[in-house]
């Protein structure tokens, strides 16, 4: 065993992880990467099939991002935002504000997904103390979100694996269901449905809207949900349902912003402005932990008056507007530009639409799930009752563990197996990847 394998299974306790499976079997270690790969120890390379949990975007050491960084190094590496400006915080909030959805004029750094979310929900509440309407307190979320780890972000949450043991913890939001039309339990028809799903949204609000602060949602992929997938016009109409009833809409951008779905926000693809937006994984191009909440000018200016008057929002990390994940989130924007890479993703996305085809006949394939690069392939023991596995099969698990033996890192959901490469994968590096997955089901599952 690799020196860097005993200490690993001796002193890190790895997330979402059960430890007394990890330490009793061989594992990885990952020594340095190239392109789309990463390369372990033993100098085995393999496809970065999840982007290194959703993160990379333009591959492994490119060159003008870690150039970004060194140059940056050779400036300041930290300096703090409280009490302080510096030059990469301050260029990169114009950029954001300049690429976001309208009206999204301010900028609030934090330092990964969860701690984005949470700086919104707090702004959501205290927004409406200053507003004179202290009784709007509580969030709307949707069955099976996912928001990150923190108190806050887990009480929204409502994957019942990972948020139950914590209830006793948390505040409780009032859930709506999710726009899941392959396990709908309101409709057997989305043709008809009449989106009942957006309808429960407008149900809650007629009732409760005085005491509502805001909804929090992931637009149009509900991704550790296992990629579950709005219907067109989904997102749209929860927003303008939102704005009649006055409460604020806050769009989780997390996992699906910087070109996931195709386009630089999820949003885009229904013009939808929220008021709040939250950002992080691929802000840096997958470099360094960097998020940030994204506001409007009616939002920030409640907050402002003198100190007395303690509007100020106290909220703030050791490491908010880091400069060196500054520089790395510029250099990967500059690469959205001077690359053209939304423009080349038409070619990629529909490249993984024609392999996916061929997935979805595969005998256990229960619904495959695709939004630009980000794919959920749901396994099912018998698709045509829709009847799962049992949990104890892992078949999920087993998929990708012979993926990775065929030479690519995917990681599942239950029994939901997620694709998300780089969006620098070239199409026969997509082909290739899915033709893996597909020989790795049709094996394993
Ligand atoms: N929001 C969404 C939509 C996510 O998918 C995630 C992570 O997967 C988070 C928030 C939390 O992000 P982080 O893991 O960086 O805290």
Same mark, same amino acid.
């Given at each position: 065993?690799?020196?860097a394998e005993?200490?690993?299974k001796?002193?890190?306790?790895?997330?979402?992880?059960?430890m007394?499976?990890w330490?009793?079997?061989?594992?990885?270690?990952?020594a340095?990467?190239? &392109?789309?790969?990463l390369?372990?120890?033993?100098g085995?390379?393999?496809y970065d099939g999840?982007?290194?949990?959703?993160?990379?975007?333009?591959?492994h050491?490119k060159?003008?991002?870690?150039?970004?960084?060194?140059?940056?190094?050779?400036?300041?590496a930290?300096?703090?935002?409280? &009490?302080?400006?510096?030059i990469?915080?301050?260029?990169?909030?114009?950029?954001?504000?300049?690429?976001a959805?309208?009206g999204?004029?301010?900028?609030?750094?934090?330092d990964?997904g969860?701690?984005?979310?949470e700086v919104?929900?707090?702004?959501?509440?205290?927004?409406w103390?200053?507003? &004179?309407?202290?009784?709007?307190?509580?969030f709307i979320?949707?069955?099976?979100?996912y928001?990150?780890d923190t108190?806050?972000t887990?009480?929204?949450?409502?994957?019942?694996?990972?948020?139950?043991?914590?209830?006793p913890?948390?505040?409780?939001?009032?859930?709506?269901?999710a726009?899941?039309?392959?396990?709908c339990?309101l409709?057997?028809?989305?043709?008809?449905?009449?989106?009942?799903?957006?309808v429960r949204?407008?149900?809650v609000?007629a009732?409760?809207?005085?005491?509502?602060?805001?909804?929090?949602?992931?637009p149009?992929?509900q991704?550790?949900?296992?990629?579950?997938?709005?219907?067109?016009g989904y997102?749209?109409k929860?927003?303008?349902?939102?704005r009649?009833y006055?409460?604020?809409?806050?769009?989780?951008?997390?996992?699906?912003?910087? &070109?996931?779905t195709?386009k630089?926000?999820?949003?885009?693809?229904e013009?939808?402005?929220?008021d709040m937006?939250?950002?992080?994984?691929?802000?840096?191009?997958?470099?360094?932990?960097?998020?940030?909440?994204?506001?409007?000018?009616?939002?920030?200016?409640?907050?402002?008056?003198?100190?007395?008057?303690?509007k100020?929002f106290?909220h703030?990390?050791?490491?908010?507007?880091?400069?060196?994940?500054?520089?790395?989130?510029l250099?990967?924007?500059?690469?959205?530009?001077?690359?053209?890479?939304?423009?080349?993703l038409?070619c990629?996305?529909?490249?993984a639409?024609?392999?996916l085809?061929a997935?979805?006949?595969?005998?256990h394939?229960?619904?495959?799930?695709?939004?630009?690069?980000?794919?959920?392939?749901?396994?099912m023991?018998?698709?045509?009752?829709k009847?799962?596995?049992?949990w104890?099969?892992?078949?999920?698990?087993?998929?990708?563990e012979q993926?990775?033996?065929?030479?690519?890192?995917?990681?599942?959901?239950?029994?939901?197996v997620i694709?998300?490469?780089?969006l620098?994968?070239?199409?026969?590096e997509?082909?290739?990847?899915?033709d893996?997955i597909?020989?790795?089901?049709?094996?394993?599952?």
């Amino acid at each position: 065993m690799f020196p860097a394998e005993l200490r690993d299974k001796q002193y890190v306790w790895h997330p979402f992880t059960q430890m007394q499976d990890w330490v009793s079997r061989p594992q990885k270690v990952i020594a340095a990467a190239s &392109g789309i790969k990463l390369i372990d120890t033993e100098g085995i390379e393999y496809y970065d099939g999840v982007s290194s949990l959703w993160v990379n975007l333009h591959g492994h050491r490119k060159a003008e991002i870690d150039q970004a960084i060194i140059d940056q190094l050779g400036k300041v590496a930290h300096s703090t935002l409280l &009490g302080l400006a510096n030059i990469p915080a301050a260029e990169l909030a114009e950029q954001l504000v300049a690429i976001a959805p309208h009206g999204l004029n301010k900028v609030f750094y934090s330092d990964d997904g969860s701690t984005a979310v949470e700086v919104a929900l707090k702004m959501a509440f205290q927004y409406w103390q200053h507003k &004179g309407k202290p009784g709007k307190q509580k969030f709307i979320a949707l069955e099976q979100a996912y928001h990150g780890d923190t108190v806050g972000t887990v009480s929204v949450g409502g994957i019942d694996l990972f948020h139950r043991v914590f209830k006793p913890l948390l505040f409780t939001p009032v859930h709506i269901p999710a726009p899941s039309c392959y396990h709908c339990k309101l409709s057997s028809d989305p043709a008809t449905c009449g989106m009942q799903c957006a309808v429960r949204l407008e149900q809650v609000l007629a009732e409760h809207h005085q005491e509502i602060a805001g909804l929090v949602i992931e637009p149009l992929v509900q991704a550790a949900a296992g990629m579950i997938m709005s219907p067109p016009g989904y997102l749209a109409k929860v927003r303008d349902i939102s704005r009649k009833y006055d409460i604020l809409f806050i769009a989780d951008e997390v996992a699906t912003g910087f &070109g996931r779905t195709g386009k630089m926000f999820a949003c885009e693809h229904e013009a939808v402005a929220p008021d709040m937006m939250t950002l992080s994984k691929g802000i840096t191009g997958g470099y360094m932990p960097l998020a940030a909440t994204l506001t409007t000018d009616e939002i920030y200016n409640a907050f402002l008056g003198d100190y007395a008057a303690k509007k100020t929002f106290y909220h703030g990390h050791s490491y908010t507007g880091n400069p060196l994940a500054c520089a790395a989130a510029l250099a990967n924007l500059r690469i959205f530009s001077e690359e053209k890479v939304i423009e080349g993703l038409h070619c990629r996305i529909d490249a993984a639409a024609v392999k996916l085809k061929a997935i979805a006949r595969l005998e256990h394939v229960g619904d495959v799930r695709q939004c630009g690069l980000i794919v959920g392939i749901e396994l099912m023991q018998d698709r045509s009752r829709k009847v799962p596995y049992r949990w104890d099969q892992a078949v999920g698990a087993n998929v990708c563990e012979q993926a990775r033996r065929l030479g690519l890192i995917i990681r599942p959901i239950g029994d939901v197996v997620i694709f998300m490469p780089p969006l620098a994968s070239t199409v026969s590096e997509i082909e290739a990847m899915l033709d893996i997955i597909e020989y790795a089901i049709r094996e394993t599952a």
